[in-house]
């Protein structure tokens, strides 16, 4: 069957094209990151899928539970698993395989991407029929956005649940409690500010160049478009170096506040898919990706309205 | 008492942070802030199973302290830990 490599966030993406098991509605959102797959043979997650007829797992020990209705999602090391899933039980210590199990609360449709870290492999299970739903869909794409973001943690590169605005080559992220308007302040921008586009609306990654550097190295610090974008459509498969990162609060009137590094951290933290929280060897990854990113990008705290006037309080801040 | 298993020191930005994860995902994350002594304090605490009294003796013991000093700086210590749900009695 043929490959189709993807390239995101400058790592890559090996997927068979199969009709039957990736939707075509999410094609779409994959295809700005389409590329030729001769010129990249490291750094790629390579997934499978599969349409095993083996039983649901399930997790015997809490691990990470997620219920947004209509799905219910589970995450969790394999060691986590009972043997329902027949998960072999490792013989090499290295070996770390990340279980992603996600089900609709009321149709029998559910995913489980397994996760081998070390081989960079993810395999697919799908359970259900109608293949163009786009509850199908939408599984799909959480456990290819599951197994992609704890992978790409060994490359330096982490998802923040975040809108990002580009202005002038430099990207602002607007982070930010859902319903907060992250969304809405980077609509603002690209009302009120000639030129500003939309990179993404709900899972940009970021990259952090890693390693102890001189203080007149310049580290590059870039946030990334993504096939991952909430309800927007809108996948740009390019990088943009980072000017702001943004956390906002509703407000009766404007004010910016910078952060220091605790308190970047702090702000930027709860917007980590949570997930990669709930494993300490994943944790450990995310907390250096954070400590890097904040000690090289200006980030702040801001009280907001939902309108132009917030618009012009940051830009006089920040740019 | 003891500190819980799943907490851990990471360095930040040059700062110890203790996080506490929120049980699965429904609370938020909780951190504090450690200074070099508290996180002397943790890495010898983490592990085992302790009083505050051998805390205060290892604190004596490695830092030139009296005993009403070093008694009051386990206290917070101990306190700042409880307070995000760190120790189990």
């Not at chain 1, 993807?6 to 993406?13: F, G, K, M, S």
């Not at chain 1, 290295?94 to 395999?123: F, G, P, W």
């Not at chain 1, 090289?296 to 012009?312: G, K, L, Y």
Request: with cysteine; charged share 25%; hydrophobic share 40%.
């Amino acid at each position: 069957m043929k490959i189709q490599y993807y390239q995101i966030a400058d790592i890559n993406l090996a997927m068979p094209l199969d009709e039957d098991l990736f939707p075509k509605k999410l094609k779409r959102s994959f295809e700005p990151f389409l590329v030729d797959s001769s010129r990249n043979t490291d750094r790629v997650l390579k997934v499978t899928f599969s349409k095993k007829t083996l039983q649901k797992p399930s997790f015997s020990v809490p691990c990470y539970l997620e219920e947004i209705y209509p799905f219910c999602t589970w995450f969790g090391t394999s060691s986590l698993l009972s043997d329902r899933m027949k998960v072999e039980p490792d013989e090499d210590d290295q070996k770390m395989d990340y279980c992603y199990y996600s089900h609709h609360s009321s149709n029998d449709m559910a995913v489980c991407c397994i996760l081998d870290l070390n081989a960079d492999e993810a395999e697919i299970v799908v359970w259900g029929e109608e293949k163009q739903e786009p509850c199908y869909c939408q599984l799909i794409s959480m456990a290819l956005w599951a197994a992609f973001g704890t992978w790409a943690l060994k490359y330096n590169r982490l998802f923040l649940h975040s809108s990002v605005t580009v202005v002038g080559g430099k990207a602002i992220l607007f982070l930010g409690e859902s319903g907060t308007g992250k969304s809405t302040q980077s609509r603002l921008w690209q009302k009120y500010i000639p030129r500003s586009w939309l990179l993404n609306d709900d899972s940009p990654m970021i990259f952090v160049e890693p390693g102890e550097n001189a203080d007149n190295h310049k580290v590059d610090v870039l946030v990334y478009g993504t096939p991952w974008s909430g309800k927007t459509s809108c996948y740009h498969s390019i990088g943009v170096p980072i000017a702001s990162i943004v956390r906002l609060t509703q407000g009766a009137t404007n004010q910016v506040t910078s952060l220091n590094a605790v308190n970047a951290f702090a702000a930027l933290q709860p917007s980590v898919p949570p997930m990669l929280n709930s494993d300490e060897k994943l944790t450990d990854y995310v907390c250096n990706i954070l400590s890097d990113l904040i000690s090289e990008v200006d980030c702040n705290h801001m009280v907001c309205t939902p309108d132009r006037e917030a618009v012009i309080c940051l830009q006089q801040k920040i740019l | 008492m003891r500190i819980k298993e799943r907490c851990k020191v990471r360095t930040v930005a040059g700062e110890h942070l203790l996080l506490l994860q929120g049980v699965r995902g429904l609370q938020a994350t909780r951190i504090i802030i450690l200074n070099d002594t508290g996180d002397w304090l943790f890495n010898k605490a983490k592990g085992f199973s302790f009083t505050l009294k051998e805390l205060v003796n290892e604190m004596i013991d490695h830092y030139d302290v009296d005993f009403s000093t070093a008694n009051q700086d386990v206290e917070r210590w101990v306190d700042q830990l409880r307070s995000i749900g760190a120790i189990e009695e």
